[in-house]
């Protein structure tokens, strides 16, 4: 089974407009991590924000806001007032447990353009 | 940018030969861990090094070996390359393995094998 389902391959959003990309889940870990992170052409994975397992409220960085609904294990990342410089790959990615060999495990992606 | 350095930028190589991958951890960050990106796919974990020992390991063949050095530096190292190695290979870093903490990435190698 998929640990991270992305299942929009790509988006487009107008420039100014809110964006909102989806991510679901699956652990059975009860402690946990959730990341989402920007991969512009030159490849380079820009982490954006960061959601705890045990948070009580959403995440929020800026323009950007993790919708995070944990009896749904899902975490959206929306995006407010896209800007062109926004169009890339993002990744959501969930990290289990804490300590020792701890990785990250990415979904497929969503491939995101704004456009005029 | 995240302080992670990795080089080279771009590597050909061909098939059976050997490459060796760079990473430069991010400053005070003890942890490495190296991801390889296939075209089209998210990244996968190929594994981590905690205070210069391999700490986990992704669903890897023992041909992708790693080191890490005593200033955190750490190497990647495939042998007997296949085609399907090409790959963007990708560096992270962390300040420690204790809780959730954020990885910061590196640019990436691109490895291409014909």
């Known amino acids: 089974a998929q640990k991270i389902t992305q299942t929009q391959p790509g988006m487009f959003v107008q420039e100014k407009e809110a964006v909102t990309l989806d991510c679901t889940y699956d652990?059975?870990?009860?402690?946990?991590?959730l990341f989402w992170y920007k991969q512009p052409s030159s490849g380079e994975m820009i982490f954006l924000i960061y959601?705890?397992?045990?948070?009580?409220q959403n995440a929020t960085e800026g323009r950007y806001s993790l919708n995070f609904q944990k009896a749904r294990k899902s975490a959206n990342l929306v995006i407010s007032a896209s800007q062109l410089g926004d169009s890339a790959m993002y990744f959501c990615?969930?990290?289990?447990?804490?300590?020792?060999?701890?990785?990250?495990?990415f979904g497929t992606g969503t491939r995101l353009q704004v456009t005029l | 940018e995240t302080g992670v350095t990795q080089s080279p930028t771009h590597l050909i190589k061909t098939r059976g030969q050997q490459v060796t991958l760079r990473c430069s951890s991010q400053?005070?960050?003890?942890?490495v861990s190296w991801y390889q990106q296939a075209l089209g796919q998210g990244p996968q974990f190929i594994f981590q090094?905690?205070?210069?020992?391999?700490?986990g390991r992704g669903n890897f063949p023992p041909r992708f070996s790693g080191l890490q050095f005593p200033n955190y530096s750490s190497e990647l190292n495939v042998n007997a390359l296949e085609l399907d190695d090409s790959a963007l290979y990708l560096c992270?870093?962390?300040?420690?393995?204790?809780?959730?903490?954020?990885?910061?990435f590196g640019p990436g190698t691109r490895l291409t094998v014909l």
């Open positions: 992270a870093s962390r300040p420690g393995l204790a809780g959730l903490d954020t990885q910061y």
């Open positions: 652990t059975s870990d009860p402690s946990y991590g």
């Open positions: 959601q705890g397992s045990y948070d009580q």
């Open positions: 990615a969930m990290r289990e447990g804490t300590g020792t060999a701890s990785k990250l495990t």
């Open positions: 400053s005070g960050h003890n942890t």
């Open positions: 090094y905690y205070r210069e020992e391999e700490n």
